[in-house]
């Protein structure tokens, strides 16, 4: 989904797609802008690469919703986004 679909279709949420990610889909976005890179440098097409990441994203996300590492990460503190913004700004602000 781009940017302008989320939007489009999340009128009543504040920030943007990334914002209101859960944990999964930020660790397989990151890893989706990794392998996109790779595959531009590698000169497969665009519409190979949208093939491919698409297929590594289902895959990645079945493999990480049941993850016991990432329920513990959810439990904890740390990725309570208010918490993180507080700590950004007050490092780098």
Known sequence: MTAK???S???DK???IRDNATIEELIVLSNMESSNGIMIRDNISQAER???????ALIQLRSL?????INR????KVF?????KNK?????C
């Open 14 to 16: 504040k920030g943007n």
């Open 9 to 11: 279709k999340n009128k």
């Open 88 to 92: 950004f700004n007050s490092n780098y």
């Open 80 to 84: 309570e986004f208010e918490h993180l």
């Open 50 to 56: 949208l093939k491919k990441l698409n297929e590594y």
């Open 73 to 76: 990460l959810k439990d904890s």
């Open 65 to 69: 919703q049941n993850n016991a590492s």
């Open 5 to 7: 679909a989320w939007r």
